[in-house]
């Protein structure tokens, strides 16, 4: 921070100064953690003292100094959660309708509003970069950026597939049906942190459609398409009137793609001690059923049922994620030694 190269550029002083203050409260934490653990070696060498008024003194210290040690690894813990991403403030989310026809593209739209309306309960701020609306309401696709303090640490579980049982609003005969979204949450990562000069990528500029369909869709030439030459990566954004605002939310799409492209390139290659946390962000797999004859969902990834889906559909997602959260804990905790 101190470097005269980053004083002089704001936006990289900024980046620098989030992620220092983002280790920062790991690092005190973890010193003080360091400290407790040796004032409890000396304490235990006067507990073996021959005086018994030491040795009943310092045995009664112990009690308290392991007290205040075990709480401060419980925060360690919630620190670590969710990896070398889990503090980070921003990120994107993209929500696509599945098997199901126009029944998956409701579903998806009632997943955008479920996230919409937790987001507003957490005062995140979310903005839309993308969308593709269907004739009866529904989305084949919508991608959002959502900002705020625990986003990425709590939003992460939600990647993967997600599949709905219910009577449809076109079913006339009230059978249950069955269709599919998926949900990817993607870490946004700071400029500095991805390399993306003018040659990596290729930019085309199109006309399209902003409207859900029909004879009067408004046909603009603001849409931006971009193609990342190494990976194939895609990304298309319409969503704004101005080609600069659509160009400038493709990049960050782009940016947030290719960030998790290289991190999911670099799992693979290593031997990862938290791949049986459900955190770790296999979109392959069906994670979660929102059965509404039941009024219930099942988290398949550990095994919760809560009967309900009426309230988590409208927002309240606490539950679920306290569930998961927990979770990852229990398992950092069974894999860790705390003296380590």
Known sequence: MLEPEVQVDSS??????REHGSLAKVATKYRAFRQYVDEIAEVQEMA???QADERELAENELVELKERRERLW???LDLTIGGEDANRVRCVMEIRAGTGGDEAALFARDLYE???RYSETKRWKLETFGANPTELGGFKEIVLSIEGDGVYRELQYESGGHRVQRVPETETKGRIHTSAATVAVLPEPEDIEVD???EDYEVERY?????PGGQHVNKTASAIRLIHKETGIVVQCHDERSQHKNLSKAMRILKSRLFDFLQQQEQQQRASARKSLVGSGDRSQRIRTYNFPDNRVTDHRINLTLYKLDQIIAGD???LTDALVDHDRNELRSSMDPLD
């Open 12 to 17: 990289r002083m900024a980046a620098i100064a």
């Open 48 to 50: 073996s003292s021959n």
């Open 74 to 76: 419980e925060e360690l």
């Open 114 to 116: 479920m996230y919409k």
């Open 196 to 198: 993306l000069a003018p």
């Open 207 to 211: 006309a399209a459609s902003s409207g």
């Open 317 to 319: 997602l606490q539950p």
